[in-house]
């Protein structure tokens, strides 16, 4: 009735941004990301009568109100099977709060296994990916493992899996914090602004093309071309935030500064392009050759917080108890 | 044989962007513009048998390269009489160069009414921003007073004329100088690309609404509509622009510190809205009742290199010939 599991962030590179169902966090558009190796949350789940109430424990802290999504999901699982057990959640990231990056998708990921296989349940990846996007809509991409598509399907039918192993193709991932305060805007909230954008269809009528574009240059590994596809996929995903009404900015004086000398770089040579979510943070993209060159970048650049380094990672899986 | 005509900057609100005729400066929408006070050219234009060659001097400077579009614009004008004196042209603009602040809207429009005046030529204010949007397109806004409509029209009939006085309402306008760089990619290559974007279709169909909207909100002098409107017309423009192919960004870092000082500022009850153009320095409105706090928070921001106060002005007109 216990169990540990592992769930890696996961990065957009054709970007999930607004919702055709809210309760069932159906997207609008199919969806690609990458699992990141070195940003992750580890779960443990356990059901027992020894315990009185469900508790959920995150980073150490015993959390009462943010709780209300998590015990829902669980509720959604504990229903599957005949038990009264309550349940004890603990669970860890290894990117301290406050960093700007979203802990949900990990977080979900890693409790839907966890709770999943603490229950005895023994779901196909199909299945796990579909029940973590009723938890949130992304945690369905870190359930399988490297490059992942989350295909928008239907009510019934609308998960994420691979299209490419983790070790296919040897790029990095830098993702590096430059700014923490917390959004203006839920991304939550800002997901419903979408389809009241004038822009947005038109978006949705262009994706498919890009998804397919996006997915031979990774087969190819033509990093130029899979560089400019995801460098235009979020700038327009931020087009569609700026004219959302109200408008949405979440990117900050420094992401800017940042972007501009990612376009110097290139003008030197050097290869590496960018990304980002629903908020300031950027995530560059390289090739292993360059990692030296861009740490010396990263390591010199008096804006940057801390940034962590990551390869294309494993999807969620079981780990070793050692929380508890 | 000589006159003196001084022409203000003029700033969109409904921005000009996209050129439907390259040669003709024709745009693909119409735009609407105040004309500022505080930043503007006076150029003095003598056309004479003594001068052995066509000479244009700005800012002191005697010019060679960068004056083909001023002589081919003298050439248009010229060839409207029967002579064959040379010009001499001495402008200056009131703005330092390299502040961002573009100076072909104010100095093409007080070349117009100076040559022709000087050739006395007695045109009427609809052939003078007529012949002044051939030399740079936007030009045309600098010619008539006040609030300004440039209607799109045609090849025979695309000119700006008043559609509030400069005294309808007292707006301040503050430019504030945040960078210096040149742009990495002219506005004039800018236009030629907005045809390409996917969204640009939808804003030319939507824009009309938001013109008679603007247009409303000058009518009933309301501060916070007017602002909304400008806010969201800009941000569309840079939406555009950075889903362009290639994507430009024409604002910078600290262009995006200072937008969200406005948000702020605005929480705290300071109405003031910003409107930016194809560069990173911001444009403030405000009510002259808040002028003096407007200035407390400009004098104490440490990226301001350097602003100009404005009230809404008259447009282009004669006056005494004091550079010669």
């Not at 998960?159 to 839920?186: C, G, M, N, V």
Request: glycine content about 4%; charged content about 25%; overall charge positive.
């Amino acid at each position: 009735m216990k169990a540990t599991a592992w769930a890696p962030v996961n990065l957009a590179l054709i970007k999930y941004w607004g919702k055709k169902d809210k309760d069932l966090n159906l997207p609008w558009n199919s969806s690609i990301s990458v699992n990141l190796s070195s940003l992750y949350t580890i779960t443990t789940v356990e059901f027992s009568k020894k315990y009185r109430r469900d508790t959920v424990i995150i980073d150490g802290e015993k959390k009462k109100n943010e709780v209300d999504r998590v015990i829902q999901h669980i509720e959604r699982i504990r229903s599957q099977v005949d038990t009264e057990d309550r349940v004890k959640i603990v669970t860890r990231n290894n990117f301290p709060k406050g960093t700007g990056i979203a802990s949900s998708a990990s977080g979900f990921a890693a409790l839907t296994l966890a709770a999943t296989s603490a229950l005895n349940l023994k779901l196909s990846e199909k299945d796990l990916s579909t029940l973590a996007r009723l938890g949130s809509g992304s945690a369905c991409r870190s359930i399988p493992s490297g490059f992942v598509e989350w295909k928008k399907g239907d009510k019934n039918n609308s998960y994420a899996k691979t299209i490419f192993s983790k070790d296919h193709w040897s790029i990095r991932i830098a993702t590096i914090i430059l700014d923490e305060q917390p959004k203006e805007i839920s991304s939550t909230q800002g997901h419903l602004l979408a389809l009241s954008n004038p822009f947005f269809k038109v978006r949705l009528k262009n994706i498919n093309k890009k998804i397919i574009a996006l997915k031979q240059a990774i087969k190819n590994k033509d990093f130029i071309n899979f560089g400019k596809i995801i460098e235009q996929e979020t700038l327009e995903m931020h087009a569609i935030m700026m004219t959302s009404n109200p408008p949405l900015l979440y990117f900050s004086g420094n992401t800017v500064f940042f972007i501009k000398k990612i376009f110097l770089l290139r003008k030197k040579r050097l290869p590496v392009f960018f990304t980002l979510d629903a908020g300031p943070n950027l995530h560059l993209f390289f090739l292993s050759k360059n990692e030296k060159q861009i740490k010396k970048v990263l390591d010199e650049d008096k804006n940057i917080k801390k940034y962590y380094i990551s390869e294309v990672a494993t999807g969620a899986h079981l780990v070793s108890d050692h929380l508890f």
